[in-house]
């Protein structure tokens, strides 16, 4: 039985999982957080998401944890609304799905459907790869160390296999010049409802405030301002106060959602960056997801990317480890190169049209959102919408994905 290694316990490695199990693998994941990863927003179950998903037999169930959701909604500093595109525009393929679930379920859905021949590894990971005659020598940072048939690195935008295997992440890294931080906020009595709607405020200075749905009694929260690098990971206060400072003073519920920041479970920070690499393998290990091609959240295809990704490469790899693994890895990358290049791309304006710089910026960026919901436009729009979510097209992605 062939065995693989997969760092890193996200959609797609679980996915990835699932599918080289029922092929008969005997599959290892290690996850240096100590249990499945709780955070995370939204994301929606059209194109090839739905797909794979329907092939791994978790549609229904995925469906079934879906979230509220109206559509999306763009505000001024005293909530009264720019804009709005409800989910049914452009024949259900604007900008918010109506079905949606938070990615922290959808991983909590693939993490269940292990079979019985994966092993979770939690609060570990790799300190050394080496290439052996007959597979790959790991090092563990708490395990003895082990040999496998194949590694894979899905291990993140950050990820340190491919810094083991191709290099350190400035040769790959490409910011786009802006941080998010997301996180769940718990709603109290006084806390304003949602209604359903996803509620955006554009701010001067490329600067954001997102509310949405989150489950009952939840909303997710995001800031987005510009930057290319941030405080230290370990330090919270640092990072809190970056927020405070870009925010401080602003309208709506800017105050509140500040404050809620500070006592979430899941807050999390980080820089919007692509990951570009001219190779996702060398010998027997091979990198997925956001570890090869990191497109963005503002691409909004990350899931159905990974998931496409995780298809593909367990399609390439069959039932053991092929005869020539460099030829199987190679079609793995030819068939996902092309769709990545495309979701990388965006569409012209991506960044700016999400984080206008100015307040002539953001009125003009809501009269257009306006104006593509009318006539011919909507028309249009409509009639190239129905591969939305769907990888190989560099389609118009819901902003804060």
């Known amino acids: 039985m062939s065995r693989v290694l997969i760092v890193g316990a996200g959609i797609a490695g679980d996915a990835l999982a699932v599918l080289l199990d029922r092929a ?33 037999g978790l549609l229904d169930a995925a469906l079934a944890a879906t979230v509220e959701q109206r559509g999306l909604a763009w ?113 109290t009595p006084a806390t304003p409802s949602l209604d359903g709607w996803f509620l955006m405020l554009n701010l001067p200075g490329s600067r954001v405030v997102e509310a949405r749905p989150g489950r009952a009694g939840e909303q997710e929260v995001g800031f987005t301002f510009p930057a290319t690098s941030l405080p230290p990971r370990g330090d919270a206060e640092a990072r809190f106060a970056v927020l405070e400072r870009t925010f401080v003073g602003e309208g709506w519920r800017t105050a509140e959602l500040l404050a809620a920041a500070r006592v979430a479970d899941d807050f999390a920070l980080d820089t919007y960056d692509q990951i570009h690499a001219d190779r996702w393998s060398r010998g027997r290990v091979v990198l997925l997801g956001d570890s090869a091609w990191c497109a963005s959240p503002l691409s909004g295809l990350g899931t159905a990317l990974a998931l496409r990704g995780a298809a593909t490469l367990a399609d390439a790899l069959g039932r053991e480890v092929p005869a020539d693994v460099a030829g199987a890895l190679a079609g793995y990358e030819s068939a996902m ?33 306006r104006l593509v919901q009318r006539g011919p436009f909507a028309a249009f729009l409509t009639r190239r919408a129905g591969d939305y979510g769907r990888a190989p097209e560099a389609t118009p992605a819901p902003p804060g994905r």
């Not at 008969?24 to 179950?45: C, K, M, Y």
């Not at 495309?342 to 049209?353: F, I, L, T, W």
């Open 75 to 187: 505000i001024d500093e005293r909530g009264r609304r720019r804009a709005e595109m409800p989910v049914e525009a452009f024949g259900g393929a604007g900008f918010v799905s109506r079905e949606e679930l938070l990615r922290a379920d959808l991983a909590r859905l693939l993490h269940d459907a292990a079979g019985p021949r994966t092993r979770y590894r939690f609060g570990d990971t790799v300190t050394g790869l080496t290439e052996t005659v007959r597979g790959v020598r790991v090092e563990f940072r708490r395990h003895a160390p082990e040999d496998y048939d194949l590694v894979v690195g899905a291990d993140g935008a950050h990820s340190l296999v491919r810094r083991l295997v191709l290099g350190p992440e400035e040769c790959f890294r490409r910011p786009l010049g802006l941080a998010h931080a997301w996180f769940t906020l718990r709603e």
């Open 24 to 56: 008969g693998w005997d599959v290892t994941v290690v996850e240096i957080a100590p249990g499945p990863r709780s955070g995370g927003q939204t994301v929606d179950l059209r194109g090839d998401s739905r797909e794979v998903l329907d092939r791994l």
């Open 337 to 369: 190169r092309p769709v990545v290049e495309r979701a990388q791309a965006m569409y012209p304006g991506r960044v700016r049209s999400y984080a206008p710089r100015t307040r002539w910026g953001i009125t003009a960026m809501t009269g257009v959102m």
